[in-house]
């Protein structure tokens, strides 16, 4: 499949502060003790989609990321890496290498994203409609603690976030409408000669764009060209290629495209919830071939262009990680109910413990429970408790301490008798005896002196 991979790996991300840093750029942020790109760059290899440029944002970080996918797909994949500006967005960034850019079709997709939906299925998709677009869009994820304990203090109790409001036809087949970030806040509009055109429109709440994207390379290159203003594809690109389905002359004769003014106001967006049909048409054509043809059959001089949708099943597995919420989430599911992305990884439980760890003496046992992970090299001493619970590699762990729903990086030190609740403790973090934390973030490196309570706080060095 003729299909050329850019990988948006990103660099340091505000809303991850102060898990990332200079040191551990967001694509190699820990997830379950693993790099948040392994995900996607294990999905592409398996399927078979192994040629690859990873945009990296900064050039220390590039470098970073460039050695660990060196060591650690030696053979499995080619990349290019590529280092652009901080800041520019995920357009910009495609924007900045589109020079590399030779394929007929294009998969973009977001180093965030810790999925198990293969991406061959989105290509796939996208060539089997001749598509301009097609997004790949999965169940809004439900965010929160499953028990006591969530970072920062936050809402505690499960529940599905409001991410999109999109618009699909009948057959879920094409991306008729897309509203995202601050635009679901107010009333949202639609292009009325699409509405029309297509017949009815099925409005979802409860779906979000995973930001995987396929893209005709040359459309796509003529977005970028024409509208050097787009920063985002998610809240840019995509839109105005779905509101200029039906009007795309304008676009690909190079001609600036002319917004209408026919929208229809849609003040009310239940989920599930039908807009009235407007035009009943049973034909087995698409919409867009309808459109382009005149009442006698022959066709018009107007073109279209298609935006498709690849819808993945209720069953699968979809969420970026872009927000600190994001980060637990992803760890205690991917320690739990989506176990099968820990690939390679076998335990005599249903928790995962490398092969070295040690585990406190014979006679005063440690207990790690269900749905927990210790890394290599890891030390526990007598009388610890470990509950849902992600511990990484080479950290040295004192007597009498409890870790519940928390996130433990690597080299970590914590001495007898902590309580460490519904937190992350970042590399090289030095906990002294009998220090308490519940829903705190503490960054790399500091050190939490004896005794010390904190709740809801996030701890770092100055200057970091």
Same mark, same amino acid.
């Given at each position: ?24 750029? @967001? ?17 592409? !290899? ?32 080619? +990349? ?51 598509? =301009? ?37 009948? &057959? ?37 764009? *995973? ?22 594809? @998610?809240?840019?690109? +995509? ?7 039906? @009007?795309?002359? =304008? ?68 969420? !970026?990680?872009?927000?600190?919420? *994001?980060?637990?989430? $992803? ?33 005063? $046992? ?5 749905? &927990? ?22 950290? !040295? ?49 500091? +050190? +939490? ?10 701890? *770092?060095?100055?200057?970091?």
């Amino acid at each position: 499949m003729d299909f050329q991979v850019v990988v948006l790996a990103g660099g340091n991300s505000k809303n991850l502060t102060p898990l990332v840093s200079k040191d551990v750029p @967001k694509p190699l942020l820990l997830v379950a003790n693993r790099p948040v790109l392994y995900y996607v760059l294990h999905q592409l !290899r398996q399927s078979n989609l192994k040629d690859l440029i990873v945009v990296v944002e900064g050039e220390d970080a590039a470098l970073l990321v460039g050695e660990w996918i060196s060591k650690t797909f030696e053979d499995g994949l080619h +990349v290019e890496i590529a280092a652009v500006p901080e800041d520019i967005g995920t357009a910009g960034a495609l924007r900045a290498i589109s020079h590399r850019l030779t394929a007929k079709d294009i998969l973009v997709v977001s180093g965030d994203l810790v999925s198990d939906v293969p991406p061959v299925a989105v290509a796939a998709t996208h060539r089997r409609h001749d598509a =301009a677009v097609t997004a790949m869009l999965c169940s809004v994820p439900v965010s929160g603690s499953s028990e006591s304990g969530s970072s920062g203090g936050k809402d505690k109790t499960k529940k599905p976030g409001r991410y999109n409001v999109i618009g699909l036809d009948p &057959c879920k087949q094409f991306l008729l409408h897309i509203a995202t970030g601050s635009e679901i806040e107010k009333d949202s509009r639609l292009q009325k000669h699409i509405l029309h055109a297509v017949g009815q429109m099925e409005i979802r709440s409860d779906l979000m764009d *995973a930001h995987m994207y396929a893209f005709k390379r040359s459309v796509l290159q003529e977005v970028l060209d024409q509208k050097d203003t787009f920063q985002s594809l @998610k809240q840019d690109i +995509v839109p105005y290629l779905v509101r200029s389905q039906l @009007k795309s002359e =304008a676009l690909l004769n190079g001609i600036p495209q002319v917004e209408e003014n026919d929208n229809e106001k849609l003040s009310s967006l239940n989920n599930q919830v039908l807009v009235s049909q407007i035009l009943a048409n049973a034909s087995t054509q698409s919409f867009h071939e309808r459109y382009s043809m005149e009442p006698d059959g022959s066709s018009r001089t107007r073109k279209t262009h298609k935006c498709c949708a690849y819808i993945a099943s209720n069953s699968s597995y979809c969420v !970026r990680l872009n927000s600190i919420q *994001a980060f637990m989430d $992803i760890n205690r599911d991917v320690t739990g109910e989506a176990y099968h992305l820990l690939i390679d990884t076998s335990s005599d439980h249903d928790n995962i413990i490398s092969p070295s760890p040690k585990l406190g003496t014979k006679l005063l $046992i440690t207990t790690v429970g269900p749905h &927990c992970m210790l890394g290599d090299g890891s030390e526990m001493s007598d009388k610890c408790q470990v509950k849902r619970s992600v511990i990484g590699r080479h950290c !040295r762990i004192g007597s009498h301490v409890k870790i519940v729903n928390s996130v433990v990086m690597n080299h970590v030190t914590i001495g007898d008798g902590c309580i460490i609740q519904g937190s992350v403790i970042c590399n090289n973090v030095q906990l002294q005896e009998r220090v308490v934390l519940k829903d705190c973030l503490v960054g790399a490196g500091f +050190v +939490v002196t004896m005794g010390n309570e904190y709740k809801g706080e996030s701890l *770092a060095r100055k200057g970091k």
